[in-house]
C-alpha cells in the first residue's frame, strides 16, 4: 500500500527515463512462448524515441532482429537499492520493432551512449560482419557474452509503467518530452549511505512525517527524487510506502540534503544559530 503527503511526483514519462538508466532489462520476441527473455545490459533511450538494446551473439532475440525485424517486448525492473522485503519498485514494458543496428551507426551510437552512461558492456559490442562470423563457426546455442554483443534498436509503438497504485500507458511522444530525473544515477549510492550511516535521521523524518499508526514498523528510506522521497515501513501486518513531498524541486545534491533537513524540521535552516559552550 502507499500513500502519498502531496500530488507532486514525477510523471510516469520521467519514471521510464529513469528506468531506461537504472532498470534491469530484459528483451523478449513478442507474442511468443518458445523465446526465452534473455538480459539486456545496455538499454539507452535515444532522443528520438527508440530505445537501443545490447543482447549476447547468438541468441534468438538477436538472430530474429538481424534477419528482417521483428516485434519485441523490452521489461524494466526498477529495483530499490536496499534489501528490502520487496524489492520491485515499478515495472516497464515497451512494445516495438526491433532491428539491428547497422553497421556504419554502431560506433557513433556507443560513443553518445558512454558519454552519459559509461557501460563496460559496450566494449563487448561488436559489428554484424563479426557476429556473422561468430555465428559462422558456432556460437553457442542461446547466446556467448564473451563471444561479444550484438547492438539492436526497439522503436516503441507503446509504453506502459506499473507500480503499487495501478498501471499506465504512456505515449511515446511523453517520453520524448520527458527527462530522466537527476538523481537517478546516485540514487543507489545516497540511499546507502543515509540508511548505513545516518539511520538517525531516517528514525527524525519518521517521527516528525508518519502517522502514529506506522511508526511502530521499521522505516528504511526506499526513493529519492526531485520532488521527494519515499519510506517504506515494513512492519508484522506488511509493508506501506509513504512519500514524503520536498518543500520545493532540488536540482543537486547540496539543495537536496537541505530539503531533507527541512523535512526533519531543522532549526538551523530557519536562521537560528547553533548555541555556543
Request: glycine fraction near 6%.
Amino acid at each position: 500500500m502507499a500513500t502519498t503527503t502531496a500530488a507532486t511526483v514525477p510523471t510516469s514519462a520521467e519514471r521510464i527515463r529513469s528506468a531506461c538508466i537504472r532498470g534491469q532489462a530484459l528483451l523478449a520476441i513478442a507474442d511468443s512462448a518458445d523465446a526465452a527473455p534473455v538480459n539486456a545490459p545496455v538499454c539507452h533511450l535515444l532522443p528520438d524515441g527508440s530505445v537501443v538494446v545490447a543482447v549476447p551473439i547468438g541468441d534468438p532475440v538477436a538472430e530474429a532482429a538481424a534477419e528482417s525485424g521483428v516485434q519485441a517486448m523490452l521489461e524494466l525492473t526498477d529495483h530499490a537499492p536496499l534489501r528490502l522485503r520487496e524489492r520491485v519498485r515499478a515495472l516497464v514494458w515497451i512494445r516495438g520493432l526491433l532491428r539491428q543496428v547497422p553497421e556504419q551507426e554502431i560506433a557513433p551510437l556507443l560513443d553518445r551512449i558512454a558519454t552519459v552512461n559509461p557501460n563496460p558492456a559496450l566494449l563487448q559490442v561488436v559489428s554484424p560482419r563479426s557476429s556473422k562470423r561468430f555465428r559462422d563457426f558456432g556460437a553457442p546455442e542461446g547466446g556467448d557474452a564473451e563471444a561479444g554483443y550484438a547492438l539492436l534498436r526497439l522503436t516503441p509503438d507503446s509504453a506502459v509503467l506499473a507500480d503499487a497504485t495501478g498501471a499506465e500507458a504512456v505515449a511515446v511522444s511523453e517520453l520524448l518530452a520527458a527527462r530522466p530525473d537527476p538523481f537517478c544515477a546516485i540514487e543507489a549510492h545516497w540511499l546507502h549511505h543515509l540508511d548505513s550511516a545516518h539511520p538517525e535521521m531516517v528514525a527524525r523524518l519518521a517521527a516528525a512525517k508518519l502517522p502514529p499508526q506506522l511508526r511502530r514498523g521499521q522505516a528504511r528510506p526506499l526513493a529519492v527524487d526531485r520532488y521527494g522521497m519515499w519510506l517504506r515501513v515494513e512492519a508484522r501486518d506488511g509493508d506501506r510506502d509513504v512519500r514524503l513531498s520536498f518543500p520545493q524541486p532540488v536540482e543537486d545534491v547540496m539543495s537536496l540534503n537541505r530539503a531533507v533537513r527541512a523535512l526533519m524540521g531543522c532549526p538551523f535552516l530557519n536562521g537560528l544559530q547553533a548555541r555556543r559552550p
